[in-house]
């Protein structure tokens, strides 16, 4: 029997060995501020080596501003807000079929490992890792592969251009563990910082721009190492590699953000020259075609001769099953740790419309884990529509617009909305349309409030019931549609709906508003005891910033002790949003930071990915901590 399994495994090597390698290197946390991007104040050597010999692509995007979700979309091929993985840090499952696209070509015969990030965003990460790598460890590597001759497929993510490094630890560790590998010809000067628009000017915001410059260029070393590795073992004729980010920059008003400075990544393939009929040009060459995350695994397995399956959602962009190129990208922004939010984004190869479906939060929600960068709090001190530029303001007012739409060409740094403007009618237009049509046919699950949404998908897979029509979610999304745009009349017709998602985003929309009647005050007291705890939470939420207090923050203060944990930090946020408006509360938050320290001790890193109700508990317990620090000035 052994030496069955053994034939049939050498004989997988050999149908494989005419196949490239493939070679990721990930950079997390990085926008394209490279050197062969036209970044003049970045310092990247090596990087800049590997795009003359590559093909580099000037219009790829994330499929969301941070790491989880987008990663839950490179190993599955699908939309996070498909599979019900679009939260960032919960534990959905998927289908037991989705193993992650390296199983199948590990099936085929290639050594896959992962260097070393397993965060897929779904109660399924096990199986995924399981199945799809030979190895996944901090030392994971194609040298370790039994046969030499056997193809690999090998992950690299670099975290030195994490946002942890480059504005959230204290600039002393940042100093010891990443500038002190740098010379000091490779440090950047703060006084020479490319400040966007959006920065306010300052010293302290200088000196932590130039340390995000800092923390590329150590990064740059060490893709400088791997591609000299890759050379070493007389395997880069025969590899492919891929080099990119998972999303925009840490930095403020990039990580978090539907803007091109969230979603806008760098990438670039180098094809050696035996592979170089699969590349879409010339070495050194740039294309403009529009590429998103979700076509990556479908285009590794079209290089590799995978077939593809048909429950894969991107269009690969190389090999034989090369795609006509696609005229939209899409964005979504939902839930972030303690943060709750919900945008969506379509990007053409100009223009990028965002769709704010919580438009009464702002870009600059106070987040715990990032709020222990300086930089943040610069923002913060300086906070005043007064002071602020346009530019400044619009990054940290307390509301978003409704609706955005920026020319990307005419205005890169997303400065100046169209949504006003006549001439751009026609786009806008075109563009909503794009909008709702993709939100229907992926059938996006991410306006199902998150404790509804575990409630459905218990038993069964969200994508397995939403791809099965077992989902309706048109209402749903045509009550979400009314935020910002309906009239009160249209809107309070949705808290009686039999649908508890539909009286949700009702609860929603009137928050969003400046003024709303006693009669509708009234609907919403009533919504205080229904059924469905999001419902309750956000009816009292738009109830307590309409002025009615004190049964709005007794409603919170019960649904704080609920058995959920997913219930408890959606109440925990909404008061610690409400500050000392909401200081009844503070002995029930106090009791559920202590209970959600037991679950998750406080001393455990938020980089330390957990199941289930421990990250839940250590979202629970930043809103709460966050709020008796407020109650404290």
């Not at 809107?491 to 009702?506: E, F, M």
């Amino acid at each position: 029997m052994r030496f069955l399994i053994s034939l049939l495994a050498m004989c997988a090597v050999l149908r494989s060995a005419d196949r490239p390698n493939i070679l990721w290197i990930t950079a997390e946390d990085m926008s394209a501020t490279l050197g062969c991007y036209g970044d003049k104040y970045a310092t990247t050597p090596n990087i800049d080596r590997l795009a003359k010999e590559s093909v580099r692509y000037t219009k790829a995007f994330a499929s969301a501003p941070v790491c989880s979700p987008s990663r839950s979309c490179l190993i599955t091929g699908c939309y996070p807000t498909s599979l019900s993985t679009q939260q960032m840090r919960s534990g959905f499952a998927i289908p037991k079929t989705m193993r992650g696209f390296p199983a199948l070509l590990r099936a085929r015969g290639f050594y896959t490992s992962n260097n070393v990030k397993t965060d897929y965003n779904t109660g399924n990460y096990v199986d995924i890792i399981k199945h799809s790598w030979n190895e996944s460890s901090a030392t994971a590597h194609w040298r370790k592969r039994d046969n030499k001759a056997r193809p690999f497929f090998s992950i690299f993510n670099l975290m030195t251009s994490h946002q942890s490094r480059t504005m959230v630890w204290p600039y002393a560790r940042f100093q010891k563990e990443v500038q002190s590998k740098l010379s000091p010809s490779e440090i950047h000067d703060p006084a020479k910082a490319p400040l966007p628009p959006y920065y306010p000017d300052t010293p302290l915001i200088r000196r932590e721009v130039a340390r995000f410059y800092d923390c590329v260029t150590a990064m740059d070393k060490e893709v400088g190492a791997i591609l000299q590795q890759l050379a070493d073992d007389g395997l880069a004729e025969n590899t492919i590699v891929f080099f990119y980010s998972d999303h925009g920059s840490g930095m403020p008003r990039h990580k978090r953000a539907l803007l091109d400075s969230g979603m806008h990544v760098p990438l670039m393939i180098r094809f050696p020259q035996k592979w170089q009929h699969l590349a879409p040009g010339k070495p050194g060459t740039t294309t403009d075609r529009l590429v998103s995350f979700v076509d990556y695994a479908p285009t590794i397995l079209s290089l590799t001769g995978v077939p593809i399956p048909e429950a894969m959602q991107g269009k690969p962009f190389l090999g034989a099953k090369n795609t006509r190129p696609r005229r939209y990208v899409f964005g979504h922004r939902d839930r972030v740790d303690e943060v709750r939010d919900l945008a969506r984004s379509v990007r053409d190869g100009r223009y990028l419309y965002i769709r704010n479906y919580m438009p009464h939060l702002g870009y600059n929600q106070p987040t715990v884990w990032p709020d222990n960068g300086e930089i943040r709090h610069e923002f913060y001190r300086l906070s005043d529509e007064e002071k602020m530029t346009a530019a400044q303001w619009h990054f940290a007012a307390p509301t978003r617009a409704v609706e955005e739409l920026y020319d990307c060409e005419a205005d890169p740094q997303n400065l100046h909305t169209l949504i006003d403007s006549r001439k751009h009618q026609a786009i806008l237009n075109r563009l909503r349309a794009a909008h709702r049509k993709h939100i229907r046919d992926t059938v996006d699950l991410g306006f199902l409030p998150e404790s509804e949404a575990w409630e459905m998908f218990l038993k069964t897979p969200g994508w397995e019931l939403g791809q099965g029509g077992k989902v309706d979610m048109a209402p749903i999304h045509a009550a979400a549609a009314q935020v910002g745009l309906a009239r009160e009349k249209a809107i309070v017709k949705n808290l009686t709906s039999k649908i508890p998602s539909v009286r949700y985003w009702a609860a929603l929309a009137l928050a969003h508003r400046e003024k709303i009647s006693p009669e509708t005050k009234h609907q919403l007291q009533k919504l205080l005891t229904d059924p469905s705890p999001a419902v309750r939470i956000e009816s009292a939420n738009t109830l307590a910033r309409h002025g009615d207090l004190n049964a709005a923050v007794l409603a919170l203060i019960k649904d704080l002790a609920h058995e959920n944990l997913i219930i408890v930090t959606h109440a925990a946020r909404t008061i610690e949003l409400l500050g000392k408006k909401a200081a009844a509360a503070k002995a029930p938050m106090a009791a559920a930071l202590i209970r959600a320290e037991k679950i998750r001790p406080p001393d455990l890193s938020p980089t330390i990915v957990l199941p289930g109700d421990k990250d839940l508990a250590m979202f629970a317990a930043f809103s709460c901590r966050a709020f008796l620090k407020k109650l404290e000035k």
